[in-house]
């Protein structure tokens, strides 16, 4: 879902540990959802999206998890590398909408 | 993105001034969105456009306006009615109309002088 503040969540992990990063949705008839990567000064890139007729759906080095019955969205990173430092983004898409709604963002830092 | 090019990457706006922010794509997408990004937030939506000649308002429309002329280009004017208009815009296409991914170029940082 969509909330307001000045200061951004943020999560540290170790260099080459599994990072997970949550995100509570707002809209029940939400039918579409995906994860972006945010580097400084540069666009939200696309990481992996998933459908709401699915639970989980894997990447490379990544997973999408959706609980629908708490509107719950994670992001999985297994072994973390220093290039995965960014701000992330998940977005929800409602049924029928042609917009999406985005997350305040989580800033993910990795330590080495 | 590759295939999508916002220009300027920095621009300044003095007051009073419109300014208009440039954003072209060569990836044949039919749906173009602008949005805005605030330090410390998420994107908010501004306009979109699912077809040439046709825009609709999104969230914080007011003291932004766009066209739509042609399918590679989607234009953001930034008009003196946007008082608070320091921020981070952020253009974005998609392919259709169905659940797929927006992609993003890579920002306008516009500030006031």
């Known amino acids: 879902g969509e909330s307001v503040g000045l200061h951004l969540p943020t999560l540290s992990v170790q260099e080459g540990d599994n990072s997970i990063i949550n995100c509570a949705y707002s809209?029940?008839?939400?039918?579409?959802f995906i994860w972006y990567k945010q580097e400084s000064g540069k666009g939200p890139q696309f990481i992996i999206d998933?459908?709401?007729?699915?639970d989980k759906r894997q990447g490379q080095r990544v997973t999408v998890l959706l609980n629908k019955t708490v509107k719950h969205l994670s992001l999985q990173i297994a072994a973390t590398q220093p290039g995965d430092s960014a701000v992330y983004f998940c977005a929800e898409k409602i049924q029928g909408a042609q917009k999406l709604v985005f997350g305040q963002g989580t800033r993910l830092t990795i330590n080495p | 993105d590759g295939g999508i090019t916002q220009s300027p990457k920095y621009l300044f706006r003095k007051e009073g001034q419109n300014v208009t922010l440039s954003c072209e794509q060569n990836?044949?997408?039919?749906?173009m969105y602008w949005y805005r990004q605030d330090p410390g937030q998420g994107l908010r939506l501004i306009y979109y456009s699912q077809i040439v000649n046709d825009f609709q308002k999104g969230d914080i429309a007011e003291g932004y306006s766009v066209s739509r002329e042609k399918k590679e280009s989607f234009p953001l004017t930034v008009t003196s009615a946007q008082k608070n208009p320091t921020a981070f815009y952020l253009c974005a296409t998609k392919a259709g109309q169905g659940n797929q991914p927006q992609h993003f170029g890579d920002g306008t940082r516009l500030s006031i002088l």
């Open positions: 998933i459908r709401s007729n699915m």
């Open positions: 990836l044949n997408h039919d749906a």
């Open positions: 809209n029940s008839a939400s039918d579409y």
